[in-house]
């Protein structure tokens, strides 16, 4: 019976069924003979996951730890049940934000792993990783290094993840030398997972790298507002990227307050800045504001080299300026005024083909813009 049970129980878990899972479960432990610890300790494991997939850790722990107790009594104390078995209630206090029980779970479970398993394990590496989050959370950031580390030797030789991923661990040692004001080293593991976040193309992934990147230049020095700039600008890409265009705005006029006061100013920079400022704004249909800063775009772009923005645009095949003038027309067209917007988009689609290798992409962006057209005044 007690198989047939353990059977129906798995099927109603695969089932995502967990109430009936639960209740099958239970009658193992209801049926069985005491001196039956291998299976009074599957099923305890059993209910420990599905407690847990339901956010009740409470009784998950129970579970766990009564699984945990008749482990060491079957098997010697460095055996990979009684590892798994301090992993799991370690992720349980994990959970419940119990940092210091978890460090403890963790720390036998690895303990045992070293022991037992290949050097190069995956379940070693995970359990650096683990270890490497919760020191980190606990300041002990020294400590949190050394795991990720460890980790990440074995993540590399074994290919364990993709380079996002491992992005995302140099990004962790960053943030840890960051945080120890050890900004040299912080910078390199900036600049690796910078070079893996580009491979992998994980443009999602950046925000905290950017964050890290611009404690980084703050730690240094004070002279490197340029680079502190950029990183609002990247930190803005991330948003709009996410739709937060409000956001995205914010870190834009914070590199927009620098690059202005920069000595020699880079006009076309800040021009650039201005148009995605526009952008933002006409996503969020605040057209005055994106008139606004349109308007100071075309400023700083008559700033640059001649007097006739048009002229400056056809003649450099300048993108960006083309960019502003398809702004300009995307606002007169959604403030229904087509006649100004088919002569702005005419304007970006002679700077678009002006410049080789034509940009296709751009050129059949704003032909299917300008074919929305339908009301010109001539």
Aim: net charge negative.
């Amino acid at each position: 019976m007690k198989v047939l049970f353990d059977l129906l129980g798995s099927i109603a878990h695969k089932q995502n069924r967990p109430e009936l899972a639960i209740h099958y479960y239970t009658e193992i432990l209801k049926i069985v003979p005491g001196d039956d610890t291998d299976m009074i300790s599957i099923a305890n494991t059993n209910l420990a996951s599905i407690y847990y997939s339901q956010d009740n850790t409470e009784m998950s722990l129970q579970h766990l730890q009564q699984a945990l107790q008749l482990d060491e009594v079957l098997y010697s104390k460095d055996d990979l049940h009684i590892a798994t078995d301090n992993f799991n209630i370690g992720v349980c206090y994990y959970k419940q934000n119990e940092l210091h029980l978890t460090l403890k779970y963790y720390e036998q479970s690895l303990a045992i792993r070293e022991k037992v398993l290949p050097s190069l394990h995956i379940d070693i590496a995970l359990t650096h990783v683990g270890l490497a989050e919760i020191n980190f959370r606990l300041k002990n950031f020294n400590q949190s290094i050394d795991h990720w580390e460890n980790g990440l030797v074995i993540i590399e030789k074994e290919r364990l993840c993709n380079s996002a991923e491992q992005a995302i661990i140099h990004e962790n040692i960053a943030a840890c030398y960051s945080n120890m004001n050890d900004f040299t080293h912080s910078l390199w593991y900036c600049n690796q997972s910078l070079l893996l976040h580009q491979e992998h193309h994980s443009t999602r992934n950046l925000f905290n790298l950017y964050f890290t990147y611009g404690n980084v230049y703050h730690g240094i020095d004070d002279n490197n507002e340029r680079k502190i700039a950029q990183i609002y600008e990247n930190i803005s890409e991330c948003y709009v990227i996410k739709d937060e265009h409000l956001l995205a705005i914010t870190y834009l006029e914070k590199s927009l307050a620098i690059q202005e006061k920069l000595d020699p100013m880079n006009e076309i920079i800040i021009a650039n800045i201005c148009n995605n400022i526009a952008t933002s704004y006409c996503s969020l249909q605040k057209y005055n504001l994106a008139l606004e800063y349109c308007t100071k775009s075309k400023e700083y772009y008559e700033k640059c080299s001649c007097d006739n923005m048009e002229e400056y645009g056809v003649t450099l095949g300048c993108s960006l300026v083309a960019v502003n003038y398809e702004i300009l027309a995307n606002i007169c067209f959604d403030t229904k005024d087509q006649t100004t917007a088919f002569d702005y988009y005419c304007k970006a689609l002679d700077i678009i083909k002006s410049r080789l290798p034509v940009d296709q992409q751009a050129l059949a962006r704003v032909r299917n813009l300008l074919n929305r057209i339908n009301e010109v005044e001539f």
